[in-house]
Nanobody, 115 residues
C-alpha cells in the first residue's frame, strides 16, 4: 500500500509562488493518473490538476496558466508549482491517484494566500 506525504505549504502573499511536493512510500509508476487536490474551509475537496504516466496533464479552469503539475516515476514524487497565487487558492493540498483512493489520502499541506 502506497502512502503519500505532502509538504511545502506555507503563507504567501497574493501574486507569489509556492511549490508543494508529494513523496510516495512506494512506486507510482503503475498509477496511471496522479492528482493534486485541495480542500478550502467549508468546501468539498476538489481536483486541481492531474498528470498521466505518459505526461498528459489536466488543470481546473481557475488554475490554468498558473499551476504546473509534474511527476517523477523514478523518484516517486509529484510536484505542483503554483504561481500568481490568489486568496481563493487558500486550502489544504493533497496528492492522490485519480480517481482518488480512500486509503491513499495523506494529511495534506496547508497553503495560505494572504497579505
Amino acid at each position: 500500500q502506497v502512502q503519500f506525504v505532502e509538504s511545502g505549504g506555507g503563507l504567501v502573499q497574493p501574486g507569489g509562488s509556492l511549490r508543494v511536493s508529494c513523496a510516495a512510500s512506494g512506486s507510482i509508476s503503475s498509477i496511471l493518473f496522479m492528482g493534486w487536490y485541495r480542500q478550502a474551509p467549508g468546501k468539498q475537496r476538489e481536483l486541481v490538476a492531474r498528470a498521466s504516466s505518459g505526461g498528459n496533464t489536466y488543470y481546473k479552469d481557475s488554475v490554468k496558466g498558473r499551476f504546473t503539475i509534474s511527476r517523477d516515476n523514478t523518484e516517486n514524487t509529484v510536484l505542483l508549482q503554483m504561481n500568481s497565487l490568489k486568496p481563493e487558492d487558500t486550502a489544504v493540498y493533497f496528492c492522490n491517484a485519480w480517481p482518488p483512493r480512500v486509503d491513499y489520502w495523506g494529511k495534506g499541506t496547508l497553503v495560505t494566500v494572504s497579505s
